[in-house]
């Protein structure tokens, strides 16, 4: 598992391997990830949307962005957190994945980037 704070909302991140997939005739390795965003400042958040970067050993990076999480712009009062699970196909055996969430606060409307680790896509049985 990764972690990373950035103006008091921390970001933990873990994976998994789920196997291969054949689409239109070509393999795919898929990963899991399962992200909690945790609120440890004193300010009302809310999650407005995405930005990530996805690297794939075999292929060009992928820019992903997008309206909140899963269909969703979560709030968060202080000590509140949101977990939610996404995947991601790859090409090749090794990846990553990193980016930001923009948020923004209640208080003040004022909007700020979240930056979400890099965190590694890996099959399981590969090490270097």
């Given at each position: 598992?990764?972690?990373?704070?950035?103006?008091?909302?921390?970001?933990?991140?873990?994976?998994?391997?789920?196997?291969?997939?054949?689409?239109?005739?070509?393999?795919?390795?898929?990963?899991?990830?399962?992200?909690?965003?945790?609120?440890?400042?004193?300010?009302?958040?809310?999650?407005?949307?995405?930005?990530?970067?996805?690297?794939?050993?075999?292929?060009?990076t992928e820019?992903?962005?997008?309206?909140?999480?899963?269909?969703?712009?979560?709030?968060?009062?202080?000590?509140?957190?949101?977990?939610?699970?996404?995947?991601?196909?790859?090409?090749?055996?090794?990846?990553?994945?990193?980016?930001?969430?923009?948020?923004?606060?209640?208080?003040?409307?004022?909007?700020?980037?979240?930056?979400i680790p890099?965190?590694?896509?890996?099959?399981?049985?590969?090490?270097?």
């Open positions: 598992m990764v972690q990373q704070v950035t103006n008091g909302i921390k970001i933990s991140v873990s994976t998994n391997f789920e196997g291969t997939s054949y689409r239109n005739y070509k393999l795919y390795y898929a990963f899991s990830y399962q992200v909690t965003i945790e609120n440890l400042s004193n300010e009302t958040v809310q999650l407005l949307a995405r930005h990530w970067k996805i690297y794939d050993s075999l292929n060009k820019i992903v962005e997008g309206s909140g999480v899963i269909g969703k712009k979560p709030v968060l009062k202080p000590s509140e957190k949101y977990t939610y699970s996404s995947n991601c196909f790859l090409t090749s055996p090794i990846g990553a994945m990193k980016g930001y969430y923009n948020m923004v606060t209640f208080s003040t409307t004022k909007t700020f980037k979240v930056h890099t965190f590694q896509l890996m099959v399981s049985n590969i090490h270097n």
